[in-house]
């Protein structure tokens, strides 16, 4: 039986949603529905890691579990290892859930969990999902990753990998399957450690995508396949949207 750890790094601050873990969703706040949707899946723990009192108070006030972090973390998985450091649990893996999406399926978290199932449990761990549509295929928004023949990630780009040099564009989803990367994290507590020494690299200031970084300095990064879709949410639409679809569905 694996023991993971499912740490979900909330910051008060957002350029284009102040407060966003706060944001009311039918009820409930964003953080609270990302807690409940990863405490249904196999996560031995789930922790709110935060950088603001009100966040922390918050979590507390609706039985879940938070540590107060450091507010001057350059990024999610800082704040995840600073967590972890405060709790000093003994875990096979540490899940890092976006404290963004509330939609999150705890499907999702169980298949990188499962990863970790064996006598050698990857180094680092995320998902992909096939691309749909020339929208998707085509948005910088939208990481692409291309993998070996094992399933670990080669490269991670905004821009559609592979170049198809001798097919339209239009037509590049008919000539080759495509997959996006959904921003789930799941590491080794020794390897997480490890990254979040290493200095940012060339290929992760270009491509503003943090793996970059640990694939750079010879990282391996295994995948899990979803054919499930999650929601992100960054600004006011996103909120709206999001509400939409829990009056359907609720």
Same mark, same amino acid.
């Given at each position: 039986?694996?023991?993971?750890?499912?740490?979900?790094?909330? @910051?008060?601050?957002?350029?284009?949603?102040?407060?966003?873990?706060?944001?009311?969703?039918?009820? =409930?706040?964003?953080?609270?529905?990302?807690?409940?949707?990863? @405490?249904?899946?196999?996560?031995?723990?789930?922790?709110?890691?935060?950088?603001?009192?009100?966040?922390?108070?918050?979590?507390?006030?609706?039985?879940?579990?938070?540590?107060?972090?450091?507010?001057?973390?350059?990024?999610?998985?800082?704040?995840?290892?600073?967590?972890?450091?405060?709790?000093?649990?003994?875990?096979?893996?540490?899940?890092?859930?976006?404290?963004?999406?509330?939609?999150?399926?705890?499907?999702?978290?169980?298949?990188?969990?499962?990863?970790?199932?064996?006598? =050698?449990?990857?180094? &680092?761990?995320?998902?992909? =999902?096939?691309?749909?549509?020339?929208?998707? &295929?085509?948005? $910088?928004?939208?990481?692409?990753?291309?993998?070996?023949?094992?399933? !670990?990630?080669? !490269?991670?780009?905004?821009?559609? &990998?592979? !170049?198809?040099?001798?097919?339209?564009?239009?037509?590049?989803?008919? +000539?080759?399957? !495509?997959?996006? +990367?959904?921003?789930?994290?799941?590491?080794?507590?020794?390897?997480?450690?490890?990254?979040?020494?290493?200095?940012?690299?060339?290929?992760?200031?270009?491509?503003?995508?943090?793996?970059?970084?640990?694939?750079?300095?010879?990282?391996?990064?295994?995948?899990?396949?979803?054919?499930?879709?999650?929601?992100?949410?960054?600004? $006011?639409?996103?909120?709206?949207?999001?509400?939409?679809?829990?009056?359907?569905?609720?």
């Amino acid at each position: 039986m694996v023991h993971a750890l499912g740490i979900i790094p909330a @910051r008060y601050a957002s350029t284009r949603l102040p407060g966003k873990p706060l944001v009311d969703l039918g009820g =409930k706040s964003m953080i609270q529905r990302v807690v409940e949707q990863a @405490r249904l899946s196999n996560l031995s723990q789930v922790m709110v890691a935060t950088d603001d009192e009100r966040i922390l108070e918050h979590v507390h006030g609706f039985g879940g579990e938070a540590v107060l972090t450091s507010p001057d973390h350059p990024s999610g998985t800082d704040r995840v290892f600073d967590a972890y450091q405060q709790l000093g649990v003994a875990t096979d893996c540490i899940i890092n859930i976006q404290g963004d999406e509330p939609f999150i399926h705890p499907a999702q978290i169980n298949a990188l969990v499962a990863l970790f199932d064996g006598e =050698k449990a990857p180094q &680092l761990a995320t998902l992909v =999902k096939p691309v749909l549509s020339d929208d998707e &295929l085509f948005s $910088p928004h939208l990481p692409k990753v291309v993998l070996d023949s094992q399933g !670990y990630a080669l !490269y991670f780009s905004r821009h559609p &990998l592979p !170049y198809q040099r001798q097919v339209e564009p239009a037509q590049w989803l008919a +000539h080759h399957r !495509y997959l996006r +990367h959904i921003g789930l994290y799941a590491y080794r507590p020794d390897v997480l450690a490890a990254i979040t020494k290493l200095p940012p690299s060339s290929l992760e200031q270009a491509e503003s995508l943090e793996q970059l970084r640990w694939l750079e300095n010879s990282f391996r990064i295994l995948t899990a396949e979803t054919e499930l879709e999650t929601i992100g949410i960054d600004t $006011p639409e996103d909120v709206e949207r999001a509400r939409n679809l829990l009056k359907m569905t609720e």
